[in-house]
């Protein structure tokens, strides 16, 4: 379903979970704020701007094409060209999972998953990210809303062969997984993607007070005590 390079996969998937302490800190200094003690309410907003903006560098660095939606003056989105014209969007999995259930029919995630029609054909596989009840009587206004997602993407040379979202959940274990959503908003396909994250091992060694660049192997330590008994061999001599 994916196709992407196994590069950019792997990209994206360590972009939506990394937490970086610096770039925390300069937000903090941004607003005023570096004792934490006064408001952050822009937080969340920074945290996404982090995110979309290093999707901008990756897809740059792999000379592939991106799209910046609008929602309304608050909120902007990035967006993935694939190589088949396929479109990636980016979600937490808590917010994916209400959107589908609770969400309006014009949030631009659903919008988008209207170009999903070749999907329509496959089974549901999780009656957890699907909408608990469809009314039939709504689909006269499909067109309408594909409309509106058109219009949206009015960007682009035509229009996306598929949608495809990356979900993502660093709350306690971090996990990212790709879905797709056929056109009733029912999830059709899915794949865990969470063995591509990568430990930030200097950000632990970093928070247990170790400086990674210092660190010595055990085979560095071992050969370090050899030498020294050497030395302390030939001053005996």
Do not use: C
């Amino acid at each position: 379903m994916i196709s992407l390079q196994k590069d950019v996969v792997k990209s994206i998937v360590n972009i939506l979970v990394l937490d970086d302490p610096e770039a925390r800190q300069l937000y903090l200094q941004s607003i005023n704020n570096e004792s934490g003690e006064g408001t952050q309410n822009s937080r969340q907003q920074q945290k996404w701007d982090f995110r979309y903006n290093s999707l901008i560098e990756m897809a740059k660095r792999f000379d592939l094409q991106y799209v910046k939606v609008s929602r309304g003056k608050l909120w902007e989105a990035i967006l993935l060209v694939g190589p088949e014209s396929e479109l990636y969007v980016f979600f937490s999995h808590k917010n994916m999972k209400q959107i589908i259930k609770k969400g309006k029919r014009n949030h631009y995630l659903k919008l988008l998953n209207l170009f999903n029609g070749e999907l329509d054909k496959l089974h549901p596989i999780n009656l957890q990210l699907t909408l608990p009840l469809y009314d039939d009587t709504e689909e006269e206004n499909t067109e309408n809303l594909k409309g509106q997602a058109k219009l949206m993407l009015s960007m682009m040379e035509k229009d996306p062969s598929k949608v495809i979202v990356f979900a993502f959940d660093n709350s306690f274990i971090s996990t990212v997984k790709a879905f797709a959503f056929n056109t009733k908003q029912e999830a059709v396909w899915e794949e865990d993607l969470t063995k591509l994250i990568e430990p930030n091992y200097r950000l632990v060694l970093m928070d247990d007070y170790v400086n990674p660049d210092k660190r010595d192997s055990k085979s560095t330590l071992e050969a370090k005590k050899e030498k020294k008994q050497i030395v302390s061999l030939k001053n005996i001599k």
